[in-house]
């Protein structure tokens, strides 16, 4: 379970990454603001995935 977790993690924080260069370089200038935003959940989601699974596995022992 734990692995699929870390998996969802890495694939919502690439996402993040994609859509935060998307938004920024199509989007008009007030949209640059919302894609640096974007851009910084991609860290965020990696640290909760693996707090998460850490957890998971704390209560499993």
């Known amino acids: 379970m734990s692995g699929k977790i ?3 993690g890495l694939v919502a924080s690439m996402l993040s990454v994609v859509l935060s260069l998307y938004i920024y370089f199509v989007g008009d200038d007030p949209d640059r603001m919302l894609g640096i935003f ?16 850490a957890l998971l596995e704390d209560s499993s022992n």
Do not use: D, S, Y
């Open 6 to 8: 870390a998996r969802i």
């Open 38 to 53: 974007v851009g910084l959940w991609a860290p965020t989601l990696i640290l909760a995935t693996k707090e998460l699974e």
